[in-house]
């Protein structure tokens, strides 16, 4: 163990370095509080971004980028979400801010942008995004939507997500709490019901994961209210206060709301993580104890003992062509990464690299821990980091977003996206099973084979027998 | 700005963007020069977001640095942002040229690019990096000016009086790898030498193999660059390029170099334009394999003419692609019923309207438009084929159209950068592309089609 220096994972630019740990062999903190370095290509977003990802699965809300075209045409119908209603959400509206208006101000454009929504499209809510230019000149968004609201008498809701205050999503998870908080808050007079029914916050209904988990609730006897925000209606999170209970999935994006719903209604809230069996099965034990109910306590382990029969055989079939695999994980916040790691150890895969583009010291601390000793960790990667450690690591396959994909697969590298924009669904049991699919399908394709080997005229002249 | 829509309505407010942002033209074409680097002097958001509109259209790693400004930043200036991130790229990456893009953020904030460049090439005494500044705020155009003013920049970066070549200039507008590498072959066949300007055909479409590296190999060759004035002459697909932004004008104008400027050759009349140029500047006859790939295609259009005039398409996305592709469905019998550009300088209206044939119906023309508008325009004229980028995929979903995907951003499908469609044998290969479209919407309906509109109206 006094070795361990020469193996120590090295950045390329020195800045970097506390950002780079090996779990178990560092006493040194990671820095991941820092903003993203300068010139370093780093796979972080922007705080509007962080923002519209999270509101954006408010289906029958039309959302509106205050600011130059661009930030709305990359953010069209950027998540994977699915409606079981209204399809308003997938529409991408912005004030498309000129040189005149950064010149003179935007406000009244936008105010005219919010009228003429009102009038093609009689929205329940409208959010307004403030982007990096609107913030710079000093457009006032939030008096033109107090102004807009009164106006139409609907909601305009404000979400202050200037882009250049941070390279840092969370910021802008933050300010799409806000958002919601003002949505959700009752207007004098109004009064919601309190219901047995639950919350889910961090819930965006990718690939009808939502719909798969309130499957087994239903049978379990219990209710979802409203999910924060997968295939939710503004009428439907008006009624969120009425719940008992918040279910909280992706940390990083709704820690915060579920404290200041404790605060405001007085609802408790419990962390679950529906990626991998184990996590369902525990996190759907955790809600029945939580209603101490006989009757949905029995249902719930029948269910349980009933969908793990049903998808066991699979994984374990699976587990048998991955064991021993050396995997990379490279995802947005540190809740997917612990998700994503409990999944490829039961899959009986091996761990080699972590990281993530927005982690907090005590969940980097969390990861370290829950690591074996040496693998790395890593916060805010750039490309040529990852690079550096497929090759080194020799890593069969990487968990990640699509700007990591085509570097894993130029590498040769298999790849499993688990990002905003996949069509699949990963939750659940079913989740499990379509996870370790997936797992399979690029880490054993016959591709891999194929593109090591160069050219050879004996092999391609079919006499050559193997 | 306002959005013009096809029933005269003017609205502030932009639905369902049809464009992307003025610095993404300008990676692409920096992409286009050899062993270089782009950094965007912006926030941090605006490099991400155009890494991953590149990489899911050329699934190829894209790397884009930024100077990551924030809060601070902003207030204060962004200059020594800008020079650790100089430092970092070259460290890292070690580039031959750095592109530097401006965002909006910068543009606002009145960043004065030139001066903090040279003050930073004279404090670190740099030598054989050369740093490109072009100024791209989206909220003055779109990626295809973006593209324009950058290639345009590069060019007079590297121009220089120089002694006559027997070469020829081709500057291309922004067209897949794949029609990169066409329109080569086809130069290659007349047997001239050229500079071809920006040339992301193999850095943007790399094939597996080799060692992965950080800059993939290829590009234009600033040497080279540096040669184009005096070369024989300009070839600059470029029609719809406005002049004060135009490569080919500079050379043209600035080193008195002629310039053809031709229309993309997609198409059969587009293509003979673009061949009879090279056989008048080579003074070679047009090679046989090209006679050829004319008669091939030929027979297919004549094979496939009465199936091409029930098209009634849609063409939209970046003007000078547009333009060609109207060319070409019109030649064909398909007579183009909405023509659309989220671009509003290509000129599209003046320049296809006295071309485009006599058909019983009038072209509508957007441009500087959004799909909102594009979608009323498909409805009013009851488009039944669109040709495009996948921000027209809703067309499908909602109404059931056929979306032939060409150009960019092809985020839905695999294999955008690799869609060839220049030259005889490209325009076959779009050409039977749309064809299919309309006989496979044929054959999934006609039955029943028949059996609704026609029985029961002929009295049995």
């Known amino acids: 163990m006094e070795n361990t220096c020469s193996v120590e994972p090295k950045a390329f630019i020195n800045e970097r370095q506390g950002s780079i740990i090996a779990s178990g062999k560092s006493r040194a903190n990671i820095h991941c509080a ?433 | 700005m306002e959005v013009m829509t096809s029933d005269h309505q003017v609205r502030s407010v932009n639905e369902d963007q049809c464009q992307m942002c003025m610095p993404l033209g300008g990676v692409i074409a920096f992409k286009g020069i050899e062993e270089t680097m782009v950094l965007i002097h912006g926030s941090q958001g605006c490099s991400t977001y155009m890494r991953l509109s590149n990489v899911e259209h050329y699934h190829e790693p894209v790397d884009i640095a930024s100077t990551a400004l924030n809060e601070k930043q902003t207030i204060h200036g962004g200059e020594a942002n800008l020079r650790k991130a100089l430092d970092n790229v070259i460290r890292v990456y070690n580039p031959s040229v750095i592109g530097i893009l401006t965002t909006c953020l910068t543009e606002t904030m009145g960043e004065d690019l030139d001066l903090m460049i040279s003050a930073y090439k004279h404090d670190r005494n740099l030598q054989g990096v050369d740093i490109i500044p072009v100024p791209t705020p989206s909220y003055s155009a779109s990626h295809t000016e973006g593209f324009w003013s950058a290639t345009r920049r590069i060019i007079e970066h590297y121009a220089r009086a120089t002694a006559e070549t027997s070469g020829i200039n081709i500057i291309i507008p922004h067209i897949s790898p794949a029609d990169i590498r066409e329109i080569k072959r086809i130069i290659d066949l007349f047997g001239i030498e050229y500079t071809l300007i920006p040339d992301y055909s193999m850095t943007m479409d790399r094939p597996f193999g080799g060692n992965y590296q950080k800059i993939p190999p290829g590009g234009t060759v600033p040497a080279d660059i540096a040669r184009m004035p005096g070369a024989q002459a300009t070839i600059q697909f470029g029609l719809t390029c406005p002049e004060q932004l135009s490569p080919g004008e500079f050379l043209r104008r600035k080193y008195n170099v002629p310039l053809f400027s031709l229309p993309l050759p997609i198409g059969l009349k587009n293509t003979d334009r673009f061949i009879s140029v090279l056989s008048e500047l080579s003074g070679r006859p047009v090679p046989e394999v090209l006679l050829l790939e004319r008669g091939w295609l030929l027979d297919g259009m004549a094979d496939a003419h009465k199936y091409n005039a029930e098209g009634r398409p849609l063409i939209y996305g970046e003007p000078e692609l547009v333009y060609a592709l109207c060319t070409l469905c019109a030649e064909n019998g398909a007579t183009p019923l909405v023509v659309a550009s989220g671009t509003k300088t290509g000129n599209l209206e003046t320049l296809l309207s006295p071309i485009l044939p006599d058909a019983c119906e009038k072209t509508i023309f957007l441009e500087g438009t959004d799909f909102a508008a594009i979608d009323q325009a498909v409805e009013d004229q009851r488009v039944n084929v669109a040709v495009g980028h996948s921000g027209g995929r809703f067309l499908t979903e909602r109404r059931g159209i056929p979306v032939l995907r060409i150009g960019f951003p092809i985020h839905d499908r695999i294999g955008g950068q690799r869609i060839r469609s220049a030259g005889y044998a490209g325009t076959l290969s779009f050409l039977d592309r749309f064809t299919n479209a309309l006989l496979e919407m044929k054959y999934g309906s006609y039955r029943q089609h028949c059996l609704e509109e026609t029985r029961g109206k002929g009295g049995y």
């Open chain 1, 34 to 466: 820092d903003d993203s370095l300068a010139g370093s290509v780093s796979q972080r977003a922007c705080v509007y971004c962080g923002a519209r990802v999270v509101l954006n699965p408010v289906t029958d809300a039309v959302h509106l980028v205050h600011g130059p075209i661009g930030c709305a045409t990359y953010t069209w119908d950027i998540r994977g979400s699915l409606s079981s209603g209204s399809e308003m959400y997938r529409k991408s509206f912005s004030t498309d801010m000129k040189e005149r208006d950064v010149i003179f101000g935007g406000e009244r454009k936008l105010a005219v942008c919010i009228d003429e929504i009102v009038m093609k499209y009689h929205p329940p809510a409208i959010f307004v995004y403030s982007t990096c230019v609107a913030g710079m000149i000093g457009d006032d968004i939030v008096a033109v939507c107090k102004l807009a609201s009164e106006k139409h008498g609907t909601e305009v809701i404000p979400v202050e997500s200037t882009g250049f205050s941070s390279g840092n999503k969370i910021v802008g998870y933050r300010a799409a709490a806000d958002a919601l908080l003002r949505l959700i808050t009752p207007k004098d007079g109004v009064d919601v019901k309190k219901t047995k029914k639950l919350n889910f916050l961090g819930e965006y209904n990718l690939g009808g994961e939502k719909w798969l988990i309130e499957g087994y609730l239903q049978e379990m006897g219990v209710g979802i209210n409203v999910a924060f925000t997968g295939d939710s209606s503004v009428a439907a999170l008006k009624q969120a206060p009425g719940a008992s209970l918040n279910l909280v999935q992706c940390t990083g994006s709704m820690h915060w709301l579920a404290m200041r719903l404790e605060e405001e209604f007085g609802i408790p809230s419990m962390s679950v993580n529906f990626f991998g069996a184990e996590n369902t099965a525990e996190s759907l034990r955790r809600i029945a104890r939580f209603y101490d109910d006989e009757e949905i306590i029995r249902r719930t382990e029948i269910l349980i003992e009933r969908e793990m029969g049903r998808i066991l055989p699979g994984i374990r079939w699976y587990k048998e062509k991955l064991v021993g695999k050396r995997a990379a994980i490279y995802v947005g916040g540190a809740f997917k990464a612990v998700a994503i790691i409990r999944q490829l150890r039961e899959l009986g895969m091996e761990i080699v690299l972590t990281g993530t583009q927005t982690g907090k010291p005590e969940e980097y601390e969390n990861l370290s821990n829950l690591l074996d000793e040496g693998t790395i960790i890593i916060d805010d990667a750039n490309p040529a980091e990852i690079e550096k450690f497929l090759i080194e690591q020799k890593v069969d396959v990487m968990a990640g977003g699509v700007k990591e994909r085509v570097l894993a697969t130029k590498l040769g590298v298999g790849f499993v996206d688990h990002n905003h924009d996949r069509k699949e669904c990963l939750a659940g049991f079913d989740g499990a099973i379509n996870f370790a699919r997936e797992v399979y399908i690029t880490t054993c394709t016959p591709v891999w084979g194929h593109i090591r080997s160069p050219f050879n005229m004996e092999a391609a002249d079919g006499s050559h027998d193997e």
